[in-house]
């Protein structure tokens, strides 16, 4: 059965950057959509930031708008988060999601077929 397996999670002071990936372990390819969300204790998964593998066309959460970027070095392949200044408030486990459907609402959760175990994200102050 495939599944998704994210790496590059850590802890770091606010201001500090973390590279994220997500790669696939039993999937033909990654899928037309691939996001990553992230979820906070006591809070509700978010969506962070999605990319389509078909253009590459990319769409973030106004929070992490400018901060983070999405990206996958070649179609249907490793996808990657990038996260520059961070802040405390990033602090959150970190999931990679894919889906080979299409979707109108790439950041909602329940668009997802497929996810990993996620990787934390820790930001001190």
């Known amino acids: 059965q495939g599944q998704l397996v994210e790496s590059g999670g850590g802890s770091v002071q606010a201001g500090g950057s973390l590279k994220l990936s997500c790669g696939t372990s039993?999937?033909?390819?990654?899928?037309?959509?691939v996001a990553w969300f992230r979820q906070a204790p006591g809070k509700e998964r978010e969506g962070v930031a999605s990319i389509y593998s078909g253009s590459r066309s990319t769409t973030y959460a106004a929070s992490v708008q400018g901060r983070f970027t999405i990206s996958q070095d070649n179609p249907y392949g490793t996808v990657y988060l990038q996260m520059t200044n961070l802040k405390p408030d990033d602090t959150a486990m970190y999931y990679c999601?894919?889906?080979?459907?299409?979707?109108?609402?790439?950041?909602?959760?329940?668009?997802?077929?497929?996810w990993g175990q996620g990787t934390q994200v820790t930001v001190s102050s």
């Open positions: 999601a894919a889906t080979y459907a299409g979707t109108s609402d790439p950041l909602r959760a329940a668009s997802y077929t497929y």
């Open positions: 039993g999937l033909t390819y990654m899928g037309n959509y």
